[in-house]
C-alpha cells in the first residue's frame, strides 16, 4: 500500500469546546499524534509552539516523523480476522483493497461511517471489496481521564474474536461519548456487545482485561509509520480518497470501480 500524504488528508474533528480554523486543527492532531510516539523520538514539539510555526514547516514535520516511525514488531496476541500485515482487520474479500482509518473518539470518523455504511454493505455483499479496517487509538488525549480511543479499539478488537466487529464499532459511533470526557465505561462497552449480537461472558472479561491494548497500540503505530497522522483515512487500491465532501459514498464507488479497470 502506498502512503497517504498528511497534508492531503482529511481532517479529524477538531475538540467542540475549543474552535480552530483548518490549519490550527491540524497543528493540534499532529502535535498530539507526535507526543503519542514520541517515546521513539527525542525531539519534543509544543501544542503552543506547534501552532505559530509556518504551514511548510509543519508539512514537513509531520512527513519527517511519519517516515521515522518504528512500528516494530506485532504482538502475540491478534485479534479474529487481523489482516495479513497484522495492522487491521479485514472484513471481506474482493480484488480491490479498501483501508478505513479510523478513531472511535473521532466525530468525523463517525460521519464518515453513517455515510458509507449502505455503500460499504453493498460492495462487500457483491464481492468487489477486500475491507480492511484499522482501528487507531490518535485521540487517547481528548478524553477525561485519557485513553478512551485505546479501549473503544481494544473493545473492537474482542467483537472482532466474537465475529461482530463491523455491528460493534457501527454501536460504537452510535453511542460515541464526547470529546473531553471520560468515555463509555467498560459497563458501557460490554452492554454494546450484546446489543450487536455478542452473548457469553468471554466477551465481557476480554473488555475488561483489554488483552488487545498492544495490538491497538502496534496498529496505530503502523498507521503513524505510513504517514497517516489524521482521521478518517480511506485509502481504495493504496490511495487515498476525499470522504469530506457530500458524496462520500459516491467517491468510494467512483474510486473502485476505477481501481477494478
Given at each position: ?78 485479534p ?8 487491521g ?28 455504511a ?13 475491507l ?110 476525499d ?7 459516491g ?11
Amino acid at each position: 500500500m502506498e502512503p497517504t500524504d498528511p497534508t492531503n488528508t482529511p481532517r479529524t474533528q477538531h475538540p467542540a469546546d475549543a474552535p480552530h480554523t483548518p490549519d490550527a486543527t491540524d497543528v493540534l492532531v499532529r502535535d498530539m499524534v507526535r507526543k503519542r510516539y514520541r517515546r521513539r523520538r527525542t525531539v519534543v514539539v509544543s501544542t503552543v509552539a506547534a501552532v505559530v510555526v509556518t504551514a511548510a514547516a509543519l508539512v514537513g514535520a509531520g512527513l519527517v516523523r511519519a517516515n521515522n516511525s518504528d512500528p516494530g514488531e506485532a504482538p502475540d496476541r491478534v485479534p479474529a480476522g487481523v489482516a495479513g500485515d497484522k495492522a487491521g482487520i479485514t472484513a471481506s474479500k474482493g480484488p480491490v483493497r479498501v483501508d478505513l482509518y479510523l478513531d472511535y473518539l473521532c466525530p468525523e470518523c463517525r460521519n464518515t461511517e453513517r455515510s458509507l455504511a449502505a455503500t460499504l454493505k453493498t460492495l462487500t455483499a457483491d464481492g468487489d471489496i477486500r475491507l480492511v479496517y484499522h482501528p487507531v487509538a490518535f485521540l487517547d488525549d481528548y478524553s477525561s481521564p485519557g485513553g478512551y480511543s485505546t479501549r473503544a479499539a481494544s473493545a473492537a478488537a474482542c467483537a472482532a474474536d466474537a465475529g461482530r466487529f463491523e455491528e460493534y464499532t457501527a454501536l460504537l459511533f452510535e453511542k460515541q461519548p464526547p470529546e473531553r470526557g471520560p468515555g463509555l465505561s467498560d459497563t458501557q462497552l460490554v452492554g454494546a456487545g450484546k446489543d450487536a449480537g455478542i452473548s457469553g461472558d468471554s466477551f465481557a472479561r476480554c473488555v475488561r482485561d483489554a488483552p488487545h491494548k498492544k495490538w491497538v497500540r502496534y496498529v496505530s503505530d503502523v498507521a503513524a509509520s505510513r504517514k497517516v497522522s489524521l482521521t478518517p483515512t480511506v485509502m481504495v487500491a493504496g490511495e487515498r480518497i476525499d470522504v469530506t465532501g457530500g458524496d462520500a459514498a459516491g467517491e468510494l464507488t467512483r474510486a473502485v470501480a476505477e481501481a477494478r479497470r
